[in-house]
C-alpha cells in the first residue's frame, strides 16, 4: 500500500518561508526520482520540482532561485523548503513519483498572503 504524505503548508506572508515534508512509504523510495507538484484555483497541477535517487534536481522556471527541493533516503522523506514566497505560489503541494502511477496525496495547502 503506497502512501504519500504531505505536511508543513500553513499561511504565510509575502516574502516568507515554508518547509514541506513528504513522508513516502509502500515502495523503495530511494530508486526513484521524486517531485513536488502543486494545484491553484482554476489551474492545473503543474510540476514544481524533480530529485532523482541521488541528488540531482531540476527546477520550474517560476520557483527556480527561491525553492529547494532535497530528500534523505534513509527516512524515505523528501522536502521543499521554500523562500521569498509570493502569492502566486499558493496552492495545494503535492509529492510524487513521476515513473509511478501511484494514487495522488491528500496534499498540504500553502497560503501566501498579507
Known amino acids: 500500500q503506497v502512501q504519500l504524505v504531505e505536511s508543513g503548508g500553513g499561511l504565510v506572508q509575502p516574502g516568507g518561508s515554508l518547509r514541506l515534508s513528504c513522508a513516502a512509504s509502500?515502495?523503495?523510495?530511494?530508486?526513484?526520482?521524486m517531485g513536488w507538484y502543486r494545484q491553484a484555483p482554476g489551474k492545473q497541477r503543474e510540476l514544481v520540482a524533480h530529485?532523482?535517487?541521488?541528488?540531482?534536481?531540476n527546477y520550474s522556471d517560476s520557483v527556480k532561485g527561491r525553492f529547494t527541493i532535497s530528500r534523505d533516503n534513509a527516512k524515505n522523506t523528501m522536502y521543499l523548503q521554500m523562500n521569498s514566497l509570493k502569492p502566486e505560489d499558493t496552492a495545494v503541494y503535492y509529492c510524487?513519483?513521476?515513473?509511478?502511477?501511484?494514487?495522488w496525496g491528500q496534499g498540504t495547502q500553502v497560503t501566501v498572503s498579507s
Open positions: 510524487h513519483a513521476p515513473s509511478r502511477d501511484d494514487p
Open positions: 509502500g515502495f523503495i523510495f530511494s530508486i526513484y526520482t
Open positions: 530529485i532523482r535517487p541521488f541528488g540531482a534536481t
